[in-house]
């Protein structure tokens, strides 16, 4: 099984639900008996997503980022070397076109911090192989992005329980 043509998403904007929405994409193509590889950009946690998939055979997960937060304004060195070998595995894993849909969860994020150039994803998204279906996440994803993608959704927090104070819950949120 494979796809005839792979087209290019994005799911941004500031409510939840782009990774969770990038995880059940791939737990369905994953289904359909497409390959899936997940390319985490500033993320060292172990997510429970990482948990399940290891347990489904055509799904893989990779991890490029610490677990602590990245200041946008002070980034470590180590933040950016990890997000610049994240974009270099996320080439490689896609030029391959061994792997019928790849998402890069939170590159837009990276962008956004300067931990990747826009010019850099720009081009990873225009040479794409044909048949590869790519998902980039993350809040603040960047106009010329979009308009390279054939489908955008943006996430709108109308209500978030964090407003209530209740903070990430295992599970739910990671
Ligand atoms: P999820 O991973 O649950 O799909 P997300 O990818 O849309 O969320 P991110 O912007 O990546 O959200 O945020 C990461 C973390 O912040 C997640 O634990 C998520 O549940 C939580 N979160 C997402 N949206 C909100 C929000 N509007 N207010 C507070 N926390 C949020
Ligand atoms: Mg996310």
Redesign the pocket.
């Known amino acids: 099984m494979s796809l005839k043509k792979g087209y290019i998403h994005i799911?941004t904007?500031?409510?939840?639900?782009?990774?969770?929405?990038a995880?059940g994409l791939g737990l369905r193509a994953a289904g359909a008996g497409l390959k899936v590889y997940m390319i985490q950009f500033m993320k060292g946690r172990r997510y429970s997503e990482i948990d399940a998939v290891e347990q489904l055979q055509n799904f893989t997960i990779v991890q490029f980022g610490r677990d602590e937060f990245v200041s946008k304004e002070n980034p470590e060195q180590i933040d950016v070397d990890l997000a610049q070998k994240g974009l270099k595995h996320a080439e490689e894993i896609i030029k391959k076109g061994e792997y019928d849909l790849v998402i890069l969860?939170?590159i837009n994020?990276a962008i956004d911090f300067n931990l990747v150039a826009l010019k850099d994803v720009l081009k990873l998204v225009e040479e794409k192989p044909e048949k590869v279906e790519l998902v980039l996440?993350?809040?603040y994803a960047p106009q010329e992005l979009m308009k390279n993608a054939d489908l955008v959704t943006e996430?709108l927090?109308i209500k978030?329980p964090?407003?209530k104070g209740v903070l990430?819950r295992k599970g739910?949120?990671?």
């Open positions: 799911y904007g500031n409510g939840k639900g782009k990774t969770t929405a995880l969860d939170e994020v996440t993350g809040r996430m927090e978030h964090f407003q990430a739910i949120d990671y």
